[in-house]
């Protein structure tokens, strides 16, 4: 399978936007689970965003390993 350097840096701007967003949601999750001491009605707030990253961190896991195969 051939990609095309439109295609291929198509995907490498997806690939760096998503690992963008992982980081910067897991800055968020650091940020959560220090208030949890204090706020704890914050618990459900941060499972959520948890879920979410984890989502979004196995696809992109999913997507790289596939890529890899190729």
């Known amino acids: 399978m051939t990609q095309t350097a439109s295609s291929s840096e198509s995907f490498d701007g997806f690939v760096l936007t ?20 204090f706020n704890p009605q914050l ?13 979004r961190a196995e696809r992109l896991d999913a997507i790289l390993t596939r890529f890899e195969e190729i």
């Open 18 to 37: 998503e690992l963008e967003i992982v980081r910067s949601s897991e800055e968020r999750l650091k940020w959560l689970f220090r208030k949890l001491r």
């Open 43 to 55: 618990h459900d707030s941060f499972l959520q965003e948890l879920a979410v990253v984890r989502k």
